[in-house]
């Protein structure tokens, strides 16, 4: 059962390790976890359908509107509820 400590660490990494930005180490140890902890591995499949979808909706979104829709979707993830 993973600990909570590394359950932090691998979310923190969320969007860097969907951006590709992350080392080939920290990449390894971040599948290593999802593959064991379910709970991490539903934050990024949602995190990684909410990209995918908005980039299908809006292939051409503006780079601050991209970045706006991952600041919602990120504190959505953490639970909070858009209005
Ligand atoms: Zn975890």
Do not use: T
Request: charged share 20%; proline share 5%.
């Amino acid at each position: 059962m993973p600990n909570r400590s590394e359950c932090e660490a691998v979310v923190r990494q969320l969007w860097p390790y969907l951006d590709g930005a992350v080392s080939e180490s920290q990449r390894e140890r971040i599948v290593a976890h999802l593959e064991g902890c379910v709970n991490c591995a539903s934050h990024f499949d949602f995190a990684q359908s909410f990209l995918d979808a908005v980039a299908a909706a809006r292939p051409h979104l503006p780079a601050n509107e991209v970045l706006r829709v991952r600041v919602m979707s990120a504190l959505m993830a953490e639970g909070f509820e858009a209005q």
